[in-house]
Structure formats: structure tokens, C-alpha cells
């Protein structure tokens, strides 16, 4: 886990205005440069490209780039609309992030930029002949890299929005977060497998907001720890809900833990919103909203359901892959693992309810349930015969074919099966 002043330039690199800005920064010297390169150039180009000819180049780049980007924001907007609409607005955080949107739309924006400070210095006389040309030479540099941006920017148009290729990045980035929380499980800290293990007397630390946690800071509470001479228990980790009545830590042994406390909230990062970052359970979720959806009466789109159980398996499969012994980086701190049951329920369980009613979603659900069992029966194996059972009851009372719920039934038994076996 990332220390949490890291973590947030991170987050701050994917925002829109920062490309843009330093794209705009870029335009600017590049517009001026041209009085540099001048003197690269033969002087014969100076007696050939004259004022009118960069004048005029410029113009029209001015007038094309505000009216491309202009049309490319819109373009944005419309398929965050559409995501929201078709997949689930939780993906539309993934688009907002993407960078090749933010790379386009900044060069459209460094490309004006850069056209209107060559008109400005050009109308004011800064340029001479020599620097006429050097500023051509930029420019045509600045043209090359606008055609190659739009070509593309049409290519990444034919598919920015749509479900597929939406909820692949959810998958990507569901993806991330899992392996990096399976190489650090227990954020650097003991595992806190036994609840007994944590002291009657430890004192809880409330939150002060309301909200998701988003990131924790291990380095920061283990030095925390280290300051009062005890030791921390997480007890809210990344993707927790929290709030005023909610502990986000116990401390134990601290010698002023009211002292502590600040220091301890300050390794938090509390919001609004879930992010994808630390939070494996939240792309699970959001991959359970788009099948929930595609399953909806009103979609009707048992398919998509499908998909996403495959990406699911996959996901879970990341989780249930054996690692090596995580190294104990903060002594003083205890964590508990993600359960897998509580992997389960953010997934399979959603999905076996809305799709109750469909053979094909209960034969994906228990054969996915089945392959987990198989796989990991040690991770997965006891909860994977509880879905089992649970998507079960629900396709007894919701399938109208006897036949359709013997076979249920039957891959059920599999997969308990898989579960003893272990």
C-alpha cells in the first residue's frame, strides 16, 4: 500500500486539466521556439515561405482545433450519458480517467493554444524573416501531430462508451487492484486472522466523516504505533463504509491514545465515492451492477450476464493463486483478510438472484462456483458450497421445468462435492 501523499499525486496525474495545462505550457514554448530552429534551417527557405504563408497556416489551424474540440468534449459527455445508461454510472469514473481521451483533447488544446500565441507574436512583429521560418517548421511539426492524434481519436471513437469495451476496463482495473492487494494482503502487517487476538482493552479510534474509505496509509499508522508504543488493528479497510459510530482502528498499549487519534484519521482517505485503486471488492461490484442490469426486464440481455460471470471467474482466479509469504513491514500493525465469502457476495450471489429465473445464468453461476472449488478448495472451496446452495434455492423456486432444476441441482452437488474434497 502506497503511502497516502503518493497515492494522491497519483489520482492527481489522471485528472484532465493537468495534461491539458501542461500540454497548453508545451504550445506556448513551442510557438516561441521557432526563433531557435531558424537558425537549423538553409537561409533559402527564407526568400520561399514568407509571412502570409505561416499567417495563414495558422488561422486555420486556430479556427480547426476550437471547432475539434469543441466536438470532442461533446463527444465525452455523450458517452459518459451512455455508459451510465447502459452499463452503470459507477464505470463512468473509468472513462472520466481515460487517458487517451485526455491525451487527444489536450493536443486539440495545446494545437489552438499554440496556433494563437504564433498569430500573436507574428502580429506583433516578433518574428523576422528567419524566424518566419522556424516558426513554419514548428508548425508543420504541430499540423503532423494533430493529423496523427485525429486518426486516433477516430479509431478510439468506434468503441469509447460502449459495454463491452466498458466493462473490460472495469475488468482491468478490477484486475489491478486484486493483484495488488494479493501481494500485500495484509498491508504490510500481521494478519489478524483470530478477532481474539485483538486486546479487550484496545481503544477504538471513531471516524470524523462520513464516507468511503478510498486509501490507507500502513507506513503512517505503523509509525503512529511506534510513537505511542503500542499497536494498531484495522478495522476499516479500503472500500469500508464509515462513519461518527464507526472505529477505524483499535489501538492497544498507546500512552495517550486521544493524542493519537489525529495522526491516525490523517492515514485515512475518506470520500464521497468507492475508487477502483484499493479496492478490489468495488470492481467486483460494479461488474455485478452491469450483469444486473443486462438481466433487468427492461435489457433483457442474458449474454452480457454471461460475460461478466466469465470476467468474474477470472478476477476470483487472481485471488485464489498462491502467493509467498507476505513480508511483516510494520510490525505494530494487524490486519484482517478479505474474506471469501464476502468476494462471493460482491459477485456470484447478485447475479444467481436477478437471474433466478434463466437456466443458462444458473448453469454459468454453479459451473463458475464449481471451477473456484476446484482451483482453490482450500480459499475457495467451503464458500463456494454455500453460494452453491443459496443460487440453488433460488432457481427451485424460480425455474418452472423440473428437468431445469434437477440439473441445477445436480451441478450444485459438483461443487459441494469439490468442497469436501478439499
Keep these: 500500500m502506497t503511502s497516502k501523499w503518493f497515492w494522491l499525486m497519483a489520482l492527481a496525474t489522471r485528472k484532465l486539466w493537468l495534461q491539458a495545462v501542461l500540454f497548453a505550457f508545451v504550445s ?32 486555420i489551424l486556430a479556427s480547426s482545433m476550437l471547432a475539434v474540440t469543441t466536438f470532442s468534449l461533446s463527444v465525452m459527455v455523450q458517452a459518459y450519458s451512455a455508459a451510465s445508461a447502459s452499463v452503470t454510472p459507477r464505470a463512468t469514473q473509468l472513462l472520466i480517467e481515460d487517458r487517451t481521451t485526455h491525451t487527444v483533447l489536450a493536443t486539440f488544446l495545446g494545437a489552438f493554444i499554440f496556433a494563437l500565441v ?56 478490477a484486475a489491478r487492484a486484486m493483484k495488488e492487494r494479493r501481494g500485500a494482503t495484509f498491508l504490510g502487517g500481521h494478519a489478524l486472522t483470530d478477532p481474539g487476538r485483538v486486546p479487550k482493552g484496545a481503544r477504538p479510534i471513531l471516524a470524523t466523516q462520513t464516507g468511503y474509505v478510498q486509501h490507507v496509509d500502513s507506513a503512517a499508522l505503523s509509525a503512529c504505533a511506534e510513537a505511542f508504543g503500542g499497536e494498531v488493528y484495522l478495522e476499516a479497510q479500503p472500500g469500508t463504509f464509515v462513519h461518527s459510530a464507526r472505529p477505524l482502528v483499535r489501538v492497544s498499549g498507546f500512552e495517550d491514545p486521544e493524542a493519537a487519534s489525529a495522526r491516525v484519521r490523517a492515514a485515512f482517505t475518506v470520500a464521497d465515492r468507492r ?35 466469465g470476467r468474474v471467474l477470472r478476477l476470483l ?46 448453469i454459468r453461476v454453479q459451473k463458475a462456483l464449481l471451477a473456484l472449488a476446484q482451483m482453490a478448495p482450500g480459499v475457495f472451496g467451503e464458500a463456494a458450497a454455500t453460494e452453491a446452495r443459496r443460487a440453488l434455492e433460488l432457481a427451485v423456486a424460480a425455474l418452472v421445468l423440473d428437468s431445469e432444476k434437477e440439473l441445477v441441482a445436480g451441478l450444485a452437488d459438483e461443487v459441494a462435492k469439490a468442497a469436501r474434497e478439499a
Design 28 to 59: 506556448v514554448v513551442a510557438a516561441l521556439a521557432g526563433l531557435a530552429v531558424a537558425q537549423f534551417l538553409p537561409e533559402v527557405f527564407g526568400q520561399r515561405i514568407g509571412a502570409q504563408a505561416v499567417d495563414e497556416i495558422l488561422t
Design 275 to 309: 475508487s477502483f485503486d484499493n479496492d478490489p471488492r468495488f470492481g467486483l461490484c460494479v461488474l455485478t451492477e452491469i450483469a444486473s442490469r443486462a438481466l433487468s426486464p427492461g435489457v433483457n440481455d442474458p449474454g452480457t450476464a454471461i460475460d461478466v460471470i
Design 118 to 173: 504564433g498569430l500573436i507574436a507574428l502580429k506583433s512583429g516578433l518574428y523576422d524573416e528567419s524566424g518566419q521560418v522556424g516558426l513554419f517548421a514548428v508548425t508543420l511539426a504541430v499540423v503532423a501531430a494533430v493529423v496523427m492524434t485525429v486518426m486516433r481519436w477516430i479509431e478510439h471513437l468506434t468503441h469509447f462508451g460502449r459495454v463491452r469495451e466498458t466493462t473490460e476496463a472495469v475488468e482491468a482495473a
Design 317 to 362: 482466479a487472481l485471488w485464489a493463486e498462491p502467493q509467498p509469504a507476505e513480508e511483516v513491514r510494520y510490525p505494530r500493525l494487524w490486519v484482517p483478510p478479505m474474506k471469501p465469502d464476502d468476494l462471493l457476495d460482491d459477485s456470484l450471489a447478485p447475479i444467481a438472484r436477478d437471474g433466478a429465473a434463466l437456466i443458462e445464468i444458473q
